[in-house]
């Protein structure tokens, strides 16, 4: 069976990733990816010898690639003209100008959580509705937090069902490097609900939610405190069961050192994980408990890496390549090396 | 009828804004402070006339005070045979030392959270169970966020009945100034629950509490996330409503640009409050939601000032200055000038 | 002799200190102060009871303010009417177009940093420059961080002389409670030369100057390492004896507890200065020292008040109020309670 | 001819750093690492798939390994048996315990910069004084800051000879995970003049030093900005070759994206680098200036990985390996594969 081909288009903190990610899939070929400016993203990439060729969304600025000795592999067209599916992780706005092009070249596209949900035909997320992907066009990702938090959410719903989750997510404000955005000694608070409630419940409509978003300043992943009201009761060691068997959740203790948001990127760093990323959530087995019969637990979210699996999933879905979602998350999960650690 | 005499042992964060609490109260006589080192807070003190006479814990320092030109009114032994009840609020620990001293002079005290319970004779908040310390020789009161959540948790028994709580904890590490602890760049994790859930389950015996703590890097307030399950079904304008009429409670509006936790101390400069201070905690009106017939809502706790009010009311309840709870948080608020703000 | 008239046009941070500023000055009366919108620092004039009265900027907005019942003295335009010199305080660029509204009302105005030099007559600095803003009608002052570096560097210069300086900035990057700037985990270093060594040469233009910029995620004060090159030799004592006889520079030590930037404000706190704000530069004993002939000093600048004197400085100098440099000086400084602490 | 054989005692945040170091090294043998507890890095170690055998500082917690199921090689006594010499990377104080167990076992060692310099026979910097450390039984490395600050000073004394130096360190106050230390919204200045310049002075007397250090609440990368007086008059162009020469020295320009210390982290995370580390230090092209004849540039030191290098040329030196310095430092540089970048 012939690969996949897809592309990434909008090379950055999502983009990167998306092509890593894409790369490490034995079913699919990474044809190139493209970007607009040699970006330090782009430069690494030059540095690094181009493991992917580099098309230009904008040949006017093919001179600027030049003078650095950056080759350029041709224009976003001809990147389009070659593959199935574009992954779309351009700047919030920016992709749904870039769905005309998709469509005139007849690929499908996946679209990040930045856009509006109209640019899409689906709002998917791979374990949770994943038939829903299924042959559809034009996909949009949930965001970093919401991915994360449809995983833990989803995995309790097919054990027992959840009625009903109220979540306090502490959201880091910028990733390592950003220069454009930023807090000091405060936290921000947004109206409730937060958006990662209410997309929680576009994508699992059975499930009441509402949340309360409190930005912080720090760059390491997001912790999300969830309080569900299960439909059965369920105990505290049966919940983390399931987190185990989830190859997209590590569970961790405390009092071995994971005691911090950062000490999930600290530990994948010391696993030599590219970039120090990790793509699953984390969960500290000590933050698992009973509230009467509700169940609360903490999630650690990564945020750079959390949407990479789910995506790809996206890629799956949207070429039938495989019509089962276990079948589908699985390929995804052994080509990322994601599983599970009881 | 005499005025109560108090004095304040330890002049650091807490002692120095217990002073000026108790030196606002018509009721009572702030016969001074003491404490052992010329600290930033002494040399203010010298520096603005010596308001307080200050005492010394330990006379064989005097010479570093002299040196300064700072007067020094006597010993602490000096101090605590001119007063009734003492004020507590020296590092954690050096309290349950110093109660020995304080038996031996026969006054009463009241310490602060970060001593253990065992040295009081009850662990007391002015709101939730001032009944409990009428005449007790040894007070303990509950810490910041367990003094600000109880105020609120209160509230909603009050109206309506609580049966349990699951709360989310977000709290600032440092205090403003503060160079001996801090953390950088994560989100520190406790194991649930945390100790304010516990603390608050030991003065509100009826209700069960669970909840998690996460330490950031911030300075300026805790917030506190809490999801409460009522007994009976109750409307969100009603719990603001009740919010709104409790004068230690502030309710405002993330549109009217209170946003953050640091919105309230900004706000506290500008009213011109000693070192803007705000003994309230706050309340954002549009992050009180319902969950289900759960309630939601998110407290501000001024970590620096919010234990002030409770601790006067434990001056009262243990000298039985007055022996109704509402007469008495009312004269200590009257004297603080905390009015409800409709 | 009947006093200056003055407002304040922009009600934001520099906004309300000036207004207090201003307040205080015996010879001065401050007519009112401007804004457009009912910000948090304008519900706090109305908590504390208008001490000031509020002037709109736009009389369409006025609904916003009778809804809350803040009441409102008249227009902008009736505000130019009863005053001489306005202090505008408005954001980045809004002063420039202010600017013809003051010339049509025949009002001299002082303009704060953020503006650009070619709105203002003179580029001005209370002890460096006075006498150049002599009768002027449009002053601008230097920035919060050119302001207090002045400030040390024209006290050494009228020591010694001052053949050339090099500095480093560690920059605050926002202020307590901003919530659109900020930087996380990163120091964000700028071009060489800073605009503070451009716009010190502009004041003093027989000093040569260079600078490096640093931007940090802190919010209670900047501090800049200064290396000069003295005309002549000149002791580290001579520096600190010329610094401690300075009204508008405080010399601390670390080892009494200013470890920090944040000291001073924790200090300003205590003292019950209002906002906890400090007028004064900070400059630490232990950090005078010589580097050859070269003499190194690190300054504390209070990023929010620090303009504050050499802004009515201004209105002295424009008002032709004092023709003497040091008599115009000190008598700001006698009303702010600046004296030397030796 | 047989390689040297090193191992690493203390398996931490730099330990981990120096095992990878020495094994990429073509020309010595990483024969293990030790530690005494399962932390973080540990775990690590065994998910990797145990690259390194690892043995235990106290065989009497092996049950906790056991527990875990990572394999133990055996003690610190029956590593030291097989090595040449070692790289003690414990905490600070723990080295010089250890010592006396390196003289027992005959084994050479390098202490890192937490150590007292009186453990060491010799205070070593791979460029600055490699020929000192020739044939030397215990060598002391310089501090991360102060290794790199070196690199720089000798890179330009080698070219025109550096009389005297005033440098400002803005200090990065904890490693990115780390819960032990902080600060929160302040920058803490420690007296003058800080140990690097000290330190400086030790490893280059003939070059007169001072400087300052500032504590900020980052964990990027400390970034120093030296103030140079040069022998001999020296251009900004001449300099930067210089640097851009320089193996482990890399320019950049903010322009290019290049704005913060944390951006070579990001780069670096890019490149693939194994955690994210660069050895080189950075110097803005932009931030490098003259102040009169004085040389004003700016470095970024990234504490986590400088002093690698360093250290393995200390192997070499202590082993006579080469007793040409360049030929050494060349050496390590190929085995890094750190190459100038013009």
């Known amino acids: 069976m012939s690969k996949v081909k897809v592309c990434v288009v909008g090379y950055g903190t999502i983009g990167t990733r998306l092509a890593d990610g894409a790369a490490k899939q034995g079913d ?3 044809v190139g990816v493209a970007d607009v400016a040699p970006t330090l ?73 930045g856009e509006k949900d109209e640019v899409a035909d689906v709002f998917f997320h791979g374990y949770a509705n994943y038939e829903k992907g299924l042959g559809q066009r034009f996909l949009k990702l949930t965001s970093c937090n919401t991915t994360g938090l449809i995983r833990a959410v989803d995995a309790v719903d097919r054990l027992v069902g959840v009625e009903k989750i109220a979540i306090t997510i502490i959201r880091r404000v910028a990733d390592p490097g950003d220069t454009h955005r930023g807090l000091v000694d405060l ?11 209410v997309d929680l419940m576009h994508i699992m409509p059975h499930v009441k939610a509402t949340g309360l978003l409190v930005h912080t300043p ?20 049966a919940v983390l069961e399931t987190f185990r068997a989830h190859p ?15 000490a999930f990127f600290k530990y994948a760093r010391e696993l030599g994980n590219k970039r120090g990323d990790m793509y699953e959530i984390g969960v500290w087995e000590e933050c698992v408990a009973k509230s009467g019969e509700d169940v609360m637990f903490a999630i650690n979210i990564p945020q750079e890496a959390v949407t990479i699996p789910e995506t790809v999933d996206g890629v799956r879905a949207c070429m039938e390549m495989q019509r089962d979602r276990l079948e589908a998350v699985g390929l995804t999960n052994r080509y990322l090396g994601l599983v599970p650690r009881p």
């Open 187 to 197: 936290l921000k608070v947004d109206k409730v609900p937060s958006h990662q409630a």
């Open 41 to 113: 993203q782009v430069r690494a990439l030059h540095e690094s010898g181009m493991p992917y060729p580099l098309y230009l969304v904008d040949m006017g600025r093919k001179a600027a690639f030049d003078a650095l000795g950056i080759p350029v592999a041709g224009s976003l067209d001809d990147l389009l003209e070659q593959v199935d599916v574009v992954l779309d992780a351009t700047p919030a706005g920016v992709g749904a100008k870039n769905k005309e092009l998709y469509r005139k070249h007849g690929v499908k596209a996946i679209f990040q959580g």
């Open 28 to 30: 699919m070929e990474l």
């Open 218 to 237: 720090v760059t390491h992943g997001h912790i999300i405190n969830v309080v569900a009201t299960p439909k059965k009761s369920v105990s505290v060691e």
């Open 248 to 262: 997209r959740m590590r569970v961790v203790r405390i009092e071995d050192g994971f005691d911090s948001n950062t």
